[in-house]
């Protein structure tokens, strides 16, 4: 079981992530006093009833001439869709959209596996500065350094990132303590109606040293979306986690931070078979 926590602030913004470990069909009979009596009247009905049969069937093969002609004339809405692997085309409602196999996902517009796990990108990383104890925005002294990282092949860096529009003043990057042992380095990509981020988890017990590997000793990479309500600012939903990765860390103590990471991100919904217990995956 392991478990980690994520937190950072705009405007008093906090995030915390842990990680845990045919009904029956009654068939009803008539009695046989209703059988007995109505075994005449069944024969009288059973010409009307073949008749009624025959002109179903003229009805209906006329009607299937005409539906086969509509059917001819109407467009194929499937034909021009171009569907991802492990998915097919589906019409609802005359609409025509992707549907992903059973046992696959959507994301970021493919279908990905429930159940292997799917590196969807890598990232290196670099953070150095105080580990602030404040909520209050404006005056959290910011760190240095750069989240650079791919997502499904698209290229992006995090970097240094200065906000002061007179109602929100804060810098990018920064790291924040927590009460459950973490320190928390922070990046957005800018400040938006919908911004992104990408966060590291550092346990705060650990020794300087090199090659530290994140799973065995729960440090934690994430990559994903913000949504604002109020004042707050919270997790909308998570597109990558890290997976196999190194952390090297040069110096870390009650007030200072200093590290260097590299390694892979993978399928947040896979990584939840894995033990974590994350917000709510993006799915676009």
């Known amino acids: 079981m392991r478990s980690f926590y994520f937190i950072t602030v705009v405007a008093v913004l906090f995030f915390m992530v842990s ?3 045919d009904g029956k069909k009654v068939q009803s009979y008539p009695d046989e006093d209703s059988v007995a009596a109505g075994d005449d ?17 003229d009805d209906t093969a006329e009607n299937d001439g005409t539906d086969e002609e509509a059917d001819e004339d109407a ?5 021009e869709k171009e569907c991802p692997e492990h998915s097919q085309c589906v019409v609802v409602e005359d609409e025509a959209f992707c549907k992903c196999d059973e046992g696959y996902h959507p994301t970021n517009g493919q279908c990905i ?3 292997e796990m799917t590196q969807i990108g890598d990232f290196t990383l670099t953070f150095k500065g105080p580990i602030n104890a404040t909520n209050d925005p404006s005056a959290i002294v910011p760190g240095e350094g750069d989240a650079e990282f791919t997502y499904f092949d698209e290229e992006f860096t995090f970097t240094v990132l200065h906000i002061d529009n007179g109602t929100i003043k804060i810098d990018f990057p ?3 303590g927590v009460q459950e042992g973490l320190v928390t380095a922070t990046w957005i990509d800018k400040l938006s109606l919908t911004p992104k981020f990408f ?9 300087a040293g090199t090659d530290i590997d994140f799973v065995e000793n729960q440090v934690y990479a994430l990559y994903g979306d913000l949504s604002y309500e109020g004042s707050t600012v919270g997790i909308s939903c998570i597109r990558a986690v890290s997976g196999e990765a190194l952390l090297d860390i040069v110096e870390l103590t009650d007030s200072q931070i200093e590290v260097s990471a590299e390694g892979n991100l993978i399928d947040p919904v896979y990584a939840t078979e894995l ?3 994350l917000p709510e995956v993006c799915a676009d």
């Open 113 to 115: 596996s429930d159940t």
């Open 275 to 277: 033990g974590y217990n």
């Open 199 to 207: 966060a590291i988890n550092v346990p705060d017990n650990l020794a």
């Open 174 to 176: 920064f790291a924040s």
């Open 75 to 79: 467009p194929d809405l499937c034909a």
């Open 19 to 21: 990680c845990g470990d």
């Open 41 to 57: 009247d069944a024969a009288d009905e059973t010409v009307s009833d073949l008749d009624s049969v025959e002109n179903d069937a």
